[in-house]
């Protein structure tokens, strides 16, 4: 999320161009196999974070954040941080630190370092336009800051200006305006008090404007009203604590969110959840496993974290952060060694996919506890979700989460056919030396189907992918391109080798600008979990943005 600062009452306000910004540190990281991170901490100066490859992650005042390829991240002094990133690249990340000075527009304030209350006009993810030019740009600067020619130090502060420019104008142009900022911080506000008595009156005048206009603002700009948008916030904080273990009671988890009415209380959690709360305690008991790849995605709309998950799926680390647990049992890729796993956890319920293991050893996972095998090709994945339901008797559940889906893909349709109008899109994959345009079975559902995005030409949505040469893209006449780029050393040549090429810049989406990147995981994965996580990134790529 984004945040844009205003003038704040009985605080003095800096504006931008009465401000210069110098750079204190430059790094570099790529081509490193060990993790690198930054321990948590209140950091003391203005820091940058520039992702230019890799996987990781990044908690801000406590609030978790995945590092996306493509992004920039803006940290101000005083914030608490902690970050990791690993599997870059030889184009890494960046990591800048730098000092924001203030000339404070009062006779009695000198000019100042910025420093604990920062009036820098952005804070959290950026998603910049332009990414290869913002890696440029660190790249130069990092080999002028770090020489000891005194005119190339003094070009790498220039440069820094301009990559600040660079993010300035892509953050004012997600925002739009100073009124959307402000429902962005009131959104903010709630997540930060939502223990509080917040009423539309409060809210309101946070955000500085009447309490009609505000109610209207915030519907149109969320989907639902702000206290809705408290109600979720207030039993998602109440999921979180009842899967810890802990034996908290209702009552005492109601007055932490914010509830002193336990039956109103109640109500509310049913209604968000699909199941009364002592259900949902009862039932984030039960020992559940994800026996392959796919079925965590599919277990976790059902609010359900499993106890034991395949090792190699790329995001097992994200969900044990993201559910804050660290009680997933990794599960070997051997089948010997992972039914004796198994054995030895005692599960309550297996939950697998047919088609990726033989009748023989669905029999013999089926003598450890009950076992659903999901029918994959013949189902779609809502169906996958309703049969899963059935036999872990979470039907009220899946439709309870099935529903507010279909809302929340409304919305987001809503808010980017401004951006998106009639553009036609390909979904392009880069797997290896392959170039395969996705079909069904794929994320090609939710942007095609959900968001009525139109399909550009030639795209066969019967086949799960077509394999083209670059030289064939162009009959494809797409006016957008959503990449998607796998993370080993030959996926990453083939996309060097494209992005070089004649048919690629001869491209209408590539003239016009006009392409997109997502990380291959989790977004490849055919689930409801990960099919929602596309509608944020939808919102993220296209909200507001020419």
């Not at 990791?84 to 203030?102: K, N, P, T, W």
């Not at 680390?317 to 660290?326: L, N």
């Not at 979470?394 to 808010?415: D, G, H, I, M, P």
Request: with cysteine.
């Amino acid at each position: 999320m984004i945040e844009i600062d205003r003038n704040i009452e009985n605080t003095t306000y800096i504006s931008l161009e009465d401000m210069w910004f110098k750079l204190r540190e430059i790094s570099h990281i790529k081509n490193n196999l060990n993790e690198w991170e930054i321990r948590l901490q209140f950091i003391e100066s203005h820091m940058l974070i520039v992702a230019a490859s890799g996987q990781g992650w990044i908690t801000v005042d406590g609030q978790f954040i995945e590092l996306r390829e493509g992004s920039v991240y803006v940290c101000t002094p005083g914030q608490l941080i902690e970050a990791a990133a690993y599997s870059f690249d030889e184009r890494g990340f960046y990591h800048l630190r730098f000092d924001v000075i203030g000339d404070v527009e009062s006779s009695n304030n000198p000019i100042q370092i910025v420093k604990r209350d920062s009036r820098f006009p952005v804070k959290g993810e950026v998603i910049v336009s332009s990414p290869v030019s913002v890696n440029a740009l660190c790249e130069t600067i990092c080999d002028c800051f770090q020489g000891e020619d005194r005119l190339k130090r003094f070009r790498s502060q220039i440069l820094f200006q301009e990559v600040l420019y660079n993010i300035l104008q892509d953050a004012l142009l997600v925002q739009g305006n100073d009124l959307e900022a402000v429902l962005e911080g009131v959104k903010a506000y709630i997540e930060q008090h939502y223990q509080q008595e917040l009423t539309i009156e409060h809210l309101a005048k946070v955000a500085g404007i009447s309490s009609r206009h505000f109610m209207r603002l915030f519907k149109k700009r969320y989907g639902r009203s702000a206290i809705d948008y408290l109600t979720v916030f207030r039993i998602k904080q109440a999921q979180q604590l009842m899967r810890t273990g802990g034996e908290y009671r209702l009552q005492d988890i109601a007055r932490h969110v914010g509830y002193q009415d336990d039956i109103y209380f109640r109500r509310k959690f049913k209604q968000i959840s699909g199941i009364p709360p002592a259900t949902f305690m009862r039932n984030n008991r039960q020992k559940i496993v994800a026996y392959h790849m796919f079925n965590i995605g599919q277990l976790i709309p059902l609010q359900i974290t499993p106890c034991a998950a395949p090792a190699d799926h790329p995001w097992t680390d994200y969900y044990q952060r993201k559910y804050q647990t660290d009680s997933v049992l990794p599960l070997s890729s051997d089948d010997l060694i992972k039914r004796e796993e198994l054995r030895l956890a005692d599960p309550d319920f297996i939950i697998g996919i047919d088609i990726l293991v033989s009748a023989e050893e669905q029999a013999k996972i089926k003598e450890i506890a009950p076992t659903f095998f999901v029918p994959w090709m013949e189902n779609d994945w809502r169906k996958h979700l309703r049969l899963i339901a059935q036999f872990l008797d979470k039907t009220t559940v899946a439709e309870t989460w099935l529903e507010n889906y279909e809302r929340k893909a409304r919305f987001v349709s809503e808010q980017v056919k401004y951006t998106v109008k009639d553009d036609s899109l390909l979904i392009l994959r880069i797997t290896g030396d392959r170039y395969n345009v996705l079909g069904c079975r794929s994320l090609d559902t939710v942007f095609y189907d959900d968001l009525h995005i139109v399909p550009a030409r030639g795209v066969d949505r019967m086949k799960p992918d077509q394999q083209v040469t670059p030289a064939q893209l162009a009959d494809f006449d797409a006016d957008r391109l959503l990449l998607i780029l796998d993370e080993d050393a030959l996926s990453k040549s083939s996309w060097q080798t494209l992005m070089h090429s004649e048919p690629w810049r001869g491209l209408k989406a590539v003239r016009n600008g006009r392409v997109d990147f997502l990380p291959p995981y989790p977004w490849v994965e055919y689930t409801a979990f990960t099919h929602e996580l596309i509608l944020d990134e939808a919102l993220k790529l296209w909200r507001n943005r020419a």
